[in-house]
């Protein structure tokens, strides 16, 4: 049995979305046929115009609906230092854990060479100029523990070194409450190497 | 931090779909802002346009883009046997399987008192009226074994009695390939009730 058109092209479109396989793309598919139409019109919607008030913040490359994003506009945060990430939602991440009240800077992507993702790309070339005019004393860099994350991190800890200020980069080491059997060998010895007193 | 509005909507709208959680709308979200336009407008016309060419068949309830399904159409199959099934997802399945070359009648549901699903809200008033028009021999049903399944079952053999015909259910009892370890006591039952000589 042929499976109907617009019901396969849907499943196509949806499993485009991270974690939706064949199956799930099917189920969801299939679970559509059932919602009403206004709401299959919302959800429409939602995706067509996800991408029509957002754009990146002109200071620091964070997603905004405004000129420039509510972190670069809050007077109370500490102006000394800037905490570089990969992707927005990286924001989104330190901000709920609130232990971070500096600045962010957000590249937009790692290097990656299969993907052809280099240094132009990269919200890379105002990081420079942000780091004179705004007077940073250090930079952490938070890219991800990954080949692209590292690869972006050891470079700008390079081309960062004539500025003469703090550059850091985030711990590696053992999730807490987690279990030392389920820990990697690779994280175990980064744990191991940045050991300290307690 | 605030969540961006228009992601916020969006996320609401995936976590609609059947699997999507709070966390994953938000990764599927974040994910589409790195989408083309085409492929954003793409994604939503495929769910705009889902129901369009979409409709019941008239004769066995099957969602199909003509007038009648492929099944229905299809001169080559048995037609003395009906297998009723709650949702029209579950005939692909039973198709995929090739071991049945009857009719199809799809309920579009099951009783389900907490959700307001009776009798009047499902496919059942054109089923006897096609057991009578078709001289079907007979009837094998197929819903879920859920208690709505169940239910929705027992009413159909009770209704069913005055016509006459067989009426089976499909057998209860081990998965294939499954382990004895794994399943519930229940199916254990069921399978022991209907265990057979071998």
Do not use: W
Request: glycine share 8%; aromatic share 6%.
């Amino acid at each position: 049995m042929e499976k109907l058109q617009s019901l396969q092209r849907l499943e196509e479109a949806l499993a485009r979305l991270p974690g939706v396989g064949k199956k799930s793309a099917e189920r969801m598919a299939y679970a559509m046929l059932n919602f009403s139409d206004e709401d299959l019109i919302e959800i429409s919607d939602a995706i067509r115009e996800l991408k029509q008030n957002i754009h990146f913040c002109k200071k620091c490359g964070m997603i905004t609906e405004e000129d420039e994003c509510e972190i670069c506009k809050d007077t109370s945060r500490d102006d000394d230092t800037l905490l570089i990430v990969s992707y927005p939602k990286d924001v989104i991440t330190i901000e709920k854990s609130g232990t971070y009240n500096g600045r962010y800077h957000v590249l937009g992507g790692e290097f990656n060479i299969a993907k052809g993702i280099g240094l132009e790309s990269l919200n890379i070339a105002s990081l420079y100029k942000r780091i004179e005019e705004e007077h940073i004393k250090e930079v952490v860099i938070a890219t991800n523990p990954t080949v692209e994350g590292e690869t972006t991190a050891h470079y700008l800890a390079k081309t960062l070194e004539p500025y003469h200020i703090n550059v850091t980069r985030l711990a590696y080491g053992l999730q807490m409450g987690g279990n030392l059997d389920y820990v990697d060998p690779l994280t175990l010895s980064k744990a191991l190497e940045g050991r300290h007193k307690i």
